[in-house]
Nanobody
Framework: QVQLVESGGGLVQAGGSLRLSCAAS????????MGWFRQAPGKERVFVAY??????????VYSDSVKGRFTISRDNVKNTVYLQLNSLEPDDTAVYYC???????????????WGRGTQVTVSS
C-alpha cells in the first residue's frame, strides 16, 4: 500500500516557476515508477512525466507539452518525488496529481496509487 500527498501548488504568473512535491508512505517507495499527471477543467487527466523505479534505472519520460520546461526527480531517502515547473504558461493550469505504478508507463490506468492533487494556476 502506498499513500501519496502532493504539495507546492499555487498561483503564479506566466513565465514563473513552481516546485511540486509528492510525499509517499511505505518502505518500498524506491521500486515504484512515480508519475505526474494533470487535469484541466473539463478535460481528461493526462500524462506529464514519470521517473522509473530502482529496477528500471530511474529513467525519465516527459510529455511533449512540458519537455524542456518541467523536470521530475526523486529522493528515495525522503520518499519524495518532485516536479520542477519552469516557464509556466496559462495552458499549464490544472490540478496536478502524483501517482505510483509497478512499471514505467504513460498510461493513467497503469497507476494504482494516486494522491488527491494540488492546484496550479498560471495567470497571463
Amino acid at each position: 500500500q502506498v499513500q501519496l500527498v502532493e504539495s507546492g501548488g499555487g498561483l503564479v504568473q506566466a513565465g514563473g516557476s513552481l516546485r511540486l512535491s509528492c510525499a509517499a508512505s511505505g518502505r518500498t517507495f524506491s521500486i515504484y515508477t512515480m508519475g505526474w499527471f494533470r487535469q484541466a477543467p473539463g478535460k481528461e487527466r493526462v500524462f506529464v512525466a514519470y521517473i522509473g523505479g530502482y529496477w528500471s534505472g530511474g529513467g525519465t519520460v516527459y510529455s511533449d507539452s512540458v519537455k524542456g520546461r518541467f523536470t521530475i526527480s526523486r529522493d528515495n531517502v525522503k520518499n519524495t518525488v518532485y516536479l520542477q515547473l519552469n516557464s509556466l504558461e496559462p495552458d499549464d493550469t490544472a490540478v496536478y496529481y502524483c501517482a505510483a505504478a509497478q512499471r514505467p508507463s504513460v498510461v493513467t490506468t497503469d497507476y494504482g496509487y494516486w494522491g488527491r492533487g494540488t492546484q496550479v494556476t498560471v495567470s497571463s
